[in-house]
């Protein structure tokens, strides 16, 4: 079965300094690979996905994933922290027509 | 259109009532999904809808009943629920009959359900 692991629960960084947050999959073959963030009492909104084709993919918000085969890695990376990216971050993986998802990374941004 | 609405957005209900959620979608998607999402907690799966027709139940408990009326609308029956039921419901559609491929799902705001 495919699933997602995040590394690290919660992440904190300061305003303006790099944003990475870890996701691998398990996977002998290439996969469906999402991130989500939910924002405190709302939904979940897309950032990016990984299909096929380019290995670095660009999302909204400045956020952007590069997928590792050989590391079997999606991490969510965005060079300049802002205070409004506090939020819960989810990486996902399809999977016989569902969505499953990591256990999530909170991520706190400090002026 | 690229919303999904899901309402009422908050309801409290006690565990002899009988309530319902309701999500809408006018996107043409053809896949609509329920996931219960549990405080600092991923979301979990319940119901997948393909084409009208009820595809994936992920062992739900009969208290909770899903109704898919039409491709636009999807709804969750709930009856004689447990305090522990209480959570964030979220619905969700994608383009495709399922997930795969560049197929992604477009999640509601969700409700937030509290069983008293």
């Known amino acids: 079965a495919q699933s997602v692991t995040q590394l690290g629960s919660h992440v904190s960084v300061s305003e303006g300094a790099l944003v990475l947050l870890r996701c691998n999959y398990s996977?002998?073959?290439?996969?469906?690979l999402f991130w989500y963030v939910q924002y405190p009492n709302q939904g979940l909104q897309l950032l990016l996905k990984y299909t096929t084709g380019a290995t670095l993919v660009k999302g909204i918000n400045g956020f952007e994933a590069e997928f590792k085969k050989s590391e079997t890695s999606f991490h969510l990376t965005k060079p300049s922290a802002h205070m409004s990216d506090a939020a819960e971050y989810f990486c996902a993986v399809t999977y016989t027509d569902k969505l499953i998802f990591g256990t999530g990374t909170r991520l706190q941004v400090f002026p | 259109d690229t919303e999904v609405t899901q309402t009422p957005k908050h309801l409290v209900m006690g565990m002899t009532n009988k309530k319902s959620l309701k999500c809408e979608q006018h996107?043409?998607?053809?896949?609509m999904y329920w996931y219960k999402q549990k405080a600092k907690k991923p979301p979990e799966l319940m119901f997948v809808y393909s084409y009208e027709k009820l595809s994936i139940n992920e062992s739900v408990p009969s208290r909770f009943s899903p109704e898919c009326p039409n491709s636009s609308l999807l709804n969750l029956h709930l009856h004689a629920l447990q305090p522990e039921d209480s959570a964030l419901y979220l619905c969700?559609?994608?383009?495709?009959?399922?997930?795969?491929?560049?197929?992604?799902?477009?999640f509601g705001q969700g409700t937030r359900l509290t069983v008293v």
């Open positions: 969700a559609s994608s383009h495709g009959p399922r997930l795969g491929s560049d197929t992604e799902a477009f």
């Open positions: 996977s002998s073959v290439p996969p469906y």
């Open positions: 996107m043409g998607h053809r896949a």
